[in-house]
């Protein structure tokens, strides 16, 4: 029973925090709000990806030996080279999965 | 689109064998899926069940993790504000972050669209597949084990580089995405995911304050 009023509980939070502004009415967001908006994708999805790249059994590890820099790398190449972002995603992983292989 | 759902795919498959190992009933596992669909917070969900932690607690930590919908609301409000409001209240529930990122990617892209058609499209097809794959993680969580350390998960870093990477287009971009990265990783050892909060409002702030060097 209490599985079924956490995960009601999970529900309401998230929806909640999802859809409060949106179900609001005939609100315009000032200038410097919307600018500040833009940064939003960057700043989240980096702060996202940081630590899943970089922190190794909870240890900061930025050094060659770390798959997962080694594939974000690749990735970050091939698209900010060629733009392709499937491609990106297939080189990251492959290099990832050899890393992790190899090591 | 594609590369969401390939990505999104090993999370829910991982989310599947996590909950089997977490000693969480199958049909409560596929719930969350069902109701929530917010993998990160299903996952420390997760972990705080298998920790017997009190509801409350699992729901107050779930509120914190998923605090960032709301930017990801206010983010994307130019697109939806004109849609009636039974279709925002229903776009609401699939607000995630890759369906976020990929019709930010979409809209941003100067290609015509039908924002609503690709909204739902994108936002149902990821609900499907994390669903389905939750299944198959609980299956697989049970036939294979160890599956959960495979890795699988990079999929999802890999398309968020590949996401985040165009975007940096200028010094105000570049800024807010170290800001944001180093912030993050400084606070990775917050518990909440509180880093990412911090890291996020980092990056924002520093982005809109190299924008304002520059005019």
Known sequence: MSMVWTLAGMFAVTYGV????????????PDSVRRALNYVPIAVLTAIVAPV????????N??????QLAGALVTGLIVWRWNKLLAGIAGGMLVYGAWR??? | MAPMLIGAAPFGLIFGTLSVTAGMPAWAAIAMSLVVFAGASQFIAVTLVAASAAPWLIIAT?????????LYAASLWQQVMHWPRWQRALGAFVLTDECFAIVYHKA???EPVDMPRYYFGAGFAMYVNWC??????????RAVPGIEHWGLEFAMAATFVGIVVPLLK????????????AVALAAHALPYKLGLMLGAAAGIAVGVWLERGRT
Do not use: K, M
């Not at chain 2, 800024?175 to 944001?180: E, F, N, S, V």
């Open chain 1, 101 to 103: 292989w190899l090591l």
């Open chain 2, 108 to 110: 941003n892209s100067g």
């Open chain 1, 53 to 60: 790249v970089f922190v190794h059994e909870g240890a900061i």
């Open chain 1, 62 to 67: 930025a050094g060659w030996n770390n798959p």
């Open chain 1, 18 to 29: 999802r859809a409060v502004l949106w179900l609001g009415d005939g609100h315009a967001f």
């Open chain 2, 62 to 70: 779930t509120f914190v993790v998923n605090l960032r919908h709301a």
């Open chain 2, 132 to 141: 389905a794959f939750t299944l198959v993680g609980i299956v697989l969580g």
């Open chain 2, 170 to 181: 200028g010094r105000p971009q570049v800024g807010a995405a170290l800001a944001a990265g």
